[in-house]
């Protein structure tokens, strides 16, 4: 349905057009006084039946009644709530960004507790060549570990603060519903750890981020305290026709805006202890200009070694978050084949896009149909961000070259 309303959408501007020269030139015809002559060779063929307005429904008409047809979704789920203790209980093993946490891209049984652990570690790291700084991190990384669960299911966190933190530290689901999402019920001091289940009602991707109140929010976040959360329907991904749509490899990239205080000198300052660089990180962050924006916590993190792969005809899916500010991903070279733009799987997918827009504090997940083997650029589409920061990842396919796709006519030479 969707792809014929489409059709319809993209139609519709060529038939007014059509319209509207036919009627500029019976105007100007009646403005020279007559019917042209019966030799005179038009440029073009009118249709012998022009679309009446009745037949056609207005492009915003089609769009609207497309954006949620009946196929595609029914209405929002509303669960009953279990009895937990009976639920199936699994451990899924965390990993370090950018791979995901093995799971099932479709499940159908009853809703299952899904139990993770994640340890918060305060830690040095070096953003960018002579560039420290103490990162706030859950599990050790920036970004935190994406957790893929289907919808309905329960998380269980055990927050861990392990005593040689300085900080106090929670955690706020967007994913979830009430108590600041969480991070109400979640403060954990240095020494402490916490539980907290919350039910993951509501299919896509969403930023958690760590958020102790006033300023400390926006200090632990631009620290590198944020990650993802997957929930996938329970019968998967669809394209916008409903149809299933799967992913052959799948990779979570986080995008981090750090503002790091300098010296009088211009150098970036150095601090002894995570709790030291406070008063001058909040007047960095104050300018709202960051000094580094990366991909997956360091400069270079997903290049040459930390490159991503695929193979060609593969369906890579793409998570990409940002927790504090806003990104334009694009892949050079290819196309955002199914694009979540605002992260919420309950809406289709948008089609062949090239550039799109992940919200301050919001995740979007996008499917690549990898087509040609070589190297493919996944940045954020300010160039600036991308290139004199560092806002980017290389992806590197294997496969064969598809000449029909593109082709070097000539090599580079002299002209001729
Ligand atoms: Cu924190």
Request: aromatic content about 10%; hydrophobic content about 40%.
């Given at each position: 349905?969707?792809?014929?309303?489409?059709?319809?959408?993209?139609?519709?501007?060529?038939?007014?057009?059509?319209?509207?020269?036919?009627?500029?030139?019976?105007?100007?015809?009646?403005?020279?006084?007559?019917?042209?002559?019966?030799?005179?060779?038009?440029?073009?063929?009118?249709?012998?039946?022009?679309?009446?307005?009745?037949?056609?429904?207005?492009?915003?008409?089609?769009?609207?009644?497309?954006?949620?047809?009946?196929?595609?979704?029914?209405?929002?789920?509303?669960?009953?709530?279990?009895?937990?203790?009976?639920?199936?209980?699994?451990?899924?093993?965390?990993?370090?960004?950018?791979?995901?946490?093995?799971?099932?891209?479709?499940?159908?049984?009853?809703?299952?507790?899904?139990?993770?652990?994640?340890?918060?570690?305060?830690?040095?790291?070096?953003?960018?060549?002579?560039?420290?700084?103490?990162?706030?991190?859950?599990?050790?990384?920036v970004p935190g570990p994406i957790i893929v669960v289907h919808e309905g299911d329960y998380v269980e966190l055990t927050l861990v603060n392990p005593s040689s933190s300085e900080l106090l530290h929670n955690i706020d689901f967007h994913a979830s519903v009430g108590a600041l999402g969480g991070g109400s019920l979640t403060q954990v001091g240095p020494g402490q750890e916490v539980v907290l289940r919350f039910r993951a009602v509501k299919p896509g991707v969403f930023v958690y981020h760590c958020a102790p109140g006033g300023t400390m929010v926006p200090w632990h976040v631009t620290h590198g305290m944020n990650g993802a959360i997957m929930v996938l329907p329970r019968d998967g991904?669809?394209?916008?026709?409903?149809?299933?749509?799967?992913?052959?490899?799948?990779?979570?990239?986080?995008?981090?805006?750090?503002?790091?205080?300098?010296?009088?000198?211009?150098?970036?300052?150095?601090?002894?202890?995570?709790?030291?660089?406070?008063?001058?990180?909040?007047?960095?962050?104050?300018?709202?200009?960051?000094?580094?924006?990366?991909?997956?916590?360091?400069?270079?993190?997903?290049?040459?070694?930390?490159?991503?792969?695929?193979n060609v005809g593969d369906n890579v899916l793409i998570v990409h978050s940002q927790a504090n500010r806003q990104s334009y991903p694009h892949l050079i070279g290819g196309h955002g084949d199914y694009v979540w733009e605002r992260g919420g799987f309950n809406d289709p997918p948008e089609l062949d896009l090239e550039t799109w827009v992940i919200a301050a504090g919001s995740a979007g997940a996008s499917i690549h149909t990898i087509r040609q083997p070589g190297t493919y650029v996944y940045l954020s589409h300010n160039l600036i961000e991308a290139f004199a920061y560092d806002a980017k990842a290389i992806l590197v396919a294997e496969g064969e070259w598809n000449n029909d796709l593109m082709e070097q006519v000539k090599p580079p030479g002299p002209i001729q």
């Open positions: 349905m969707r792809y014929q309303n489409r059709t319809t959408a993209r139609a519709l501007p060529g038939a007014l057009t059509l319209l509207a020269v036919a009627t500029l030139l019976f105007f100007l015809m009646a403005c020279r006084g007559g019917e042209p002559a019966a030799t005179a060779t038009p440029a073009f063929s009118l249709p012998t039946a022009l679309p009446s307005p009745e037949a056609v429904p207005a492009a915003g008409a089609a769009e609207a009644t497309a954006a949620r047809t009946s196929d595609y979704w029914d209405g929002p789920t509303t669960w009953e709530p279990e009895d937990v203790s009976g639920l199936e209980r699994v451990t899924q093993e965390l990993v370090a960004p950018p791979f995901l946490p093995q799971h099932e891209q479709t499940y159908d049984g009853e809703p299952r507790v899904v139990e993770v652990r994640m340890v918060i570690e305060e830690k040095e790291i070096e953003v960018a060549p002579g560039a420290f700084m103490w990162a706030f991190t859950f599990n050790g990384s991904l669809k394209d916008p026709a409903g149809n299933p749509l799967r992913y052959d490899r799948a990779y979570y990239i986080g995008e981090q805006d750090y503002y790091l205080p300098r010296a009088a000198d211009g150098a970036f300052k150095r601090y002894d202890s995570p709790a030291a660089s406070l008063v001058d990180d909040l007047e960095a962050m104050k300018t709202l200009v960051p000094t580094h924006i990366v991909f997956n916590g360091v400069t270079g993190a997903l290049q040459g070694d930390g490159q991503l792969t695929a």
